[in-house]
């Protein structure tokens, strides 16, 4: 299949995407649902990370090692998963927004579309500062472990998806460089709090077994040393 013509299906698809899920977002204010718009969000978004495998595998063909390393792969599955499940959460969905914002700016600053030099500029600016917000939307992908956990204990959510998710995240884990920094910054920043003197004792050894149960994720860190108030 024509590389070109692949390429303007994604662009296709991710623009798609994000229109849909954006208006998903502003539906409730003029009390339309949201629900059939975030489906069709999660249709398009599928449809384009499944043409970038295709794009990846024809120039180097997966095999059983390298396939779920893949970073596409592993969201194609997420979202195919939320796509016949019709499981919509925006804590889930909001991230890979983000990274097709970035995604489409790229495309658009060296792809085959004229763009006027002032929108071109633009972009590379938006562009410039992706590496902070790219990494707020890996925090908010770990987030939404907690938020899966309370819909699942309020019924809301299957436990396959949650234990589903949570592999997720570790298989994200082990392929970016991305997810691994939003986990370190998650632990500096637990691990600081629970040693402060103004947290609670209780909530510190909250806050440590979290940390405990994360310890597995990342480079061992240095743990900040305070004496906590009697």
């Given at each position: 299949?024509?590389?070109?013509?692949?390429?303007?299906a994604?662009?296709?698809?991710?623009?798609?995407?994000?229109?849909?899920?954006?208006v998903?977002?502003?539906?409730?204010?003029?009390?339309?649902?949201?629900?059939?718009?975030?489906?069709?969000?999660t249709?398009?978004?599928?449809?384009g990370?499944?043409?970038?495998l295709?794009?990846?595998?024809?120039?180097?063909?997966?095999?059983?090692?390298?396939?779920?390393?893949?970073?596409?792969?592993?969201?194609?599955?997420?979202?195919?998963?939320?796509?016949?499940?019709?499981t919509?959460?925006?804590?889930?969905?909001?991230?890979?927004?983000?990274?097709?914002?970035?995604?489409?700016?790229?495309y658009?600053?060296?792809?085959?579309?004229?763009?006027?030099?002032?929108?071109?500029?633009?972009?590379?600016?938006?562009?410039?500062?992706?590496?902070?917000?790219?990494?707020?939307?890996?925090?908010l992908?770990?987030?939404?472990?907690?938020?899966?956990?309370?819909?699942?204990?309020?019924?809301?959510?299957?436990?396959?998806?949650?234990?589903?998710?949570?592999?997720?995240?570790?298989?994200?884990?082990?392929?970016?460089?991305?997810?691994?920094?939003?986990?370190?910054?998650?632990?500096?920043?637990?691990?600081?709090?629970?040693c402060?003197?103004?947290?609670?004792?209780?909530?510190?050894?909250?806050?440590?077994?979290?940390?405990?149960?994360?310890?597995?994720?990342?480079?061992?860190?240095?743990?900040?040393?305070?004496?906590?108030?009697?």
């Amino acid at each position: 299949m024509n590389a070109t013509l692949l390429q303007q299906a994604w662009f296709f698809c991710h623009s798609t995407f994000i229109s849909l899920y954006v208006v998903s977002l502003i539906s409730p204010v003029f009390g339309l649902s949201s629900q059939s718009m975030q489906l069709f969000a999660t249709l398009f978004a599928t449809l384009g990370y499944m043409i970038v495998l295709y794009q990846t595998h024809m120039v180097t063909p997966f095999n059983k090692t390298t396939i779920m390393k893949n970073e596409n792969t592993l969201y194609f599955i997420l979202l195919l998963n939320m796509l016949m499940t019709r499981t919509n959460f925006g804590s889930i969905v909001f991230p890979l927004m983000v990274y097709s914002i970035f995604h489409i700016a790229g495309y658009l600053i060296s792809g085959p579309y004229a763009i006027s030099m002032n929108m071109k500029s633009r972009l590379q600016n938006l562009v410039s500062i992706q590496s902070p917000i790219i990494i707020m939307a890996a925090k908010l992908e770990v987030v939404s472990i907690a938020s899966l956990l309370v819909t699942y204990l309020s019924g809301k959510t299957p436990l396959y998806f949650f234990i589903f998710y949570v592999w997720f995240i570790i298989n994200r884990y082990s392929s970016s460089a991305i997810m691994k920094t939003a986990f370190s910054e998650f632990r500096v920043g637990a691990n600081q709090i629970a040693c402060s003197s103004k947290c609670p004792k209780i909530l510190s050894n909250l806050i440590q077994s979290g940390i405990n149960a994360l310890s597995r994720f990342g480079t061992t860190l240095t743990h900040v040393s305070a004496n906590k108030s009697q």
